[in-house]
């Protein structure tokens, strides 16, 4: 606190990430990394990029990125944005796009990032309790209101739901824009960009952080209609115009672009998922029905915390959120093979 603070900085309540030891080494399974490293020919274009040209400004509308992820999604380069990881790429959506008269909507248990760009933004909000179960019901995503933002699958639950689900309410809500946050589609999701040739209000949200095994190097993006990625072009060149290095643009290209290697990760991730689920369900744990990398799991006596600190203890770091509904579990990325089965026989021990 400072009297050289402005009334906003007073006011904010910023997003607290998961941890990033550098005291020891932990088998690290709590912000939804990739366990594998990112496909050999991003490395190389990463290297490749590094040369005498960094002197000069990147390519300040990464249309290297955006062909690569258009061809991927067989849409147009006006149907991209792309941004410094897809948590910019949200606060543009959040300030460009889902600022209205009417309130915004949202899970109750959702991505805690949103309602701290609401609060940033001076954004109204409203929370939609998911069912009992965790599912989310976007029947009750109704009314009147200033835009609809979800994950799917939905975080830290790791639930997903249908397209049919999300092109019904794409029909029953025209007036506003829906957003769907699929950070964690490639695990076992339906993307909803096949949507947006039918419906010019869906803006889908995407990241290089996870399947593409990139969160160092900071790359995320939209795809929707052009007039909502005409809206984030222009906030974002009002703010930086620059948001991707050529560095960043070169490797995600070349990551996009490197179709096999992005299956065989995917696969090899659900697989030690599947693995782990059964694992925990013969330990007693109650979990989750994933579509994500990672699972959403409540141990057996409900003492999720205890366990976070006892895990933590024995070098094993995994997300506990201290949050009404959800504070008797534990959200557990997926690792290797090897990271899970230590995690598991630490865990039997405990
Ligand atoms: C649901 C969801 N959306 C977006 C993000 C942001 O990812 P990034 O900024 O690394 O692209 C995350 C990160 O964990 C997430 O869980």
């Not at 889902?98 to 949103?114: M, R």
């Not at 049919?164 to 076992?188: H, K, P, T």
Request: overall charge negative; proline content about 7%; hydrophobic content about 40%.
């Amino acid at each position: 606190m400072s009297q050289y603070w402005s009334k906003l900085v007073h006011d904010l309540d910023p997003y607290v990430p998961g941890e990033q030891p550098k005291d020891q080494r932990y088998v690290k399974l709590n912000t939804n990394e990739c366990p594998y490293p990112p496909s050999p020919n991003a490395l190389a274009a990463i290297h490749a990029a590094a040369d005498e040209r960094l002197r000069l400004y990147p390519d300040p509308n990464a249309d290297e990125l955006k062909d690569a992820i258009a061809d991927y999604y067989s849409v147009e380069r006006a149907n991209i944005f792309a941004g410094n990881g897809s948590d910019e790429v949200l606060a543009h959506v959040f300030c460009g796009l889902l600022k209205h008269d009417a309130p915004l909507l949202y899970p109750d248990i959702s991505y805690s990032f949103y309602p701290v760009y609401a609060n940033l933004y001076q954004i109204e909000a409203k929370q939609i309790p998911l069912r009992d179960d965790f599912s989310l019901n976007l029947n009750d995503f109704s009314g009147k209101n200033g835009g609809i933002i979800f994950p799917n699958p939905n975080a830290p639950t790791s639930m997903a739901v249908g397209l049919d689900v999300i092109e019904a309410l794409l029909q029953a809500n025209r007036d506003s824009v829906v957003v769907v946050d699929e950070a964690y589609v490639d695990f076992g999701a339906q993307t909803a960009i096949p949507l947006i040739a039918k419906y010019p209000n869906l803006l889908v949200v995407q990241t290089f952080s996870k399947s593409r095994s990139l969160a160092g190097l900071r790359v995320g993006f939209a795809v929707g209609h052009p007039d909502l990625i005409n809206a984030l072009e222009r906030v974002k060149n009002s703010f930086n115009s620059y948001p991707l290095g050529r560095m960043a643009i070169a490797g995600a290209a070349a990551a996009m672009r490197d179709k096999e290697y992005f299956a065989s990760t995917c696969q090899q991730i659900i697989a030690t998922r599947e693995m782990t689920v059964q694992k925990l369900t013969e330990l007693g744990f109650s979990v989750l029905p994933s579509a994500a990398n990672f699972v959403f799991a409540r141990p057996p006596a409900g003492n999720a915390e205890a366990l976070y600190l006892a895990l933590k203890q024995r070098g094993v770091l995994v997300r506990y959120f201290n949050k009404l509904r959800i504070n008797e579990y534990l959200r557990i990325t997926i690792g290797t093979d090897d990271e899970m089965n230590t995690f598991l026989q630490i865990l039997a021990e405990l």
